[in-house]
């Protein structure tokens, strides 16, 4: 089936979908009626978009516990202590639950392809309960509008279960925070 596409967009995707309706009305279906239909990956070579990165200035400041970012329209609070963020204000108003900073969960509900051996050795690991510890916070300016905060995490399950946990939370001029899991 020969097609083309008349502007290709770099990092897009694109799909050919086709259906088969019925042409006339039947008994047991109105004309019109979809019958079947699939969607197909076309092979378009594409250029990935160019990210796009915010040149709105960011102001960092920080002490002992935590660290306190500021740009347009936001503010940022990382406790160094709890090894997440605290506060997450947008045009003044704190989008966060108490505690409800990201934090690494290693449970999940047990479902019926486990049969339940699972369950019984994340319980047994303490999964549910892991007690977290930060071992360091390090926050850097990388440029006016970035900066990046990096945190290493140490959990303690039962039955000498340990986990590290290294992350980097990177903070851009238009607010927006990535972390990447080393």
Partial sequence: MPFKISKITGGAEYFLRISFELADDKIWAKKGFELVSDQ???????????????SEKLSM???ASEVKISGKDFR???SKTAGTF????????????????????????PHRNDDGWADRSWVSSGLRELKWTTQEVTAKQKSN????I???????GKNNFT????VVYTITGDGLITASIL
């Fill in 76 to 78: 940022i609070v990382f």
């Fill in 150 to 156: 990096s945190a290493k995490l140490f959990a303690e």
């Fill in 145 to 148: 509008s970035v900066i990046e």
């Fill in 61 to 63: 400041d920080q002490n």
């Fill in 86 to 109: 605290t506060s997450i204000e947008r045009n003044g108003q704190n989008i966060l639950l108490q505690n409800g900073g990201p934090m690494l969960h290693l449970w999940r509900a």
């Fill in 40 to 54: 197909f990956t076309v092979p378009v070579q594409t250029v990935a978009a160019a990210p796009v990165v915010s």
């Fill in 163 to 166: 986990v590290n946990h290294d």
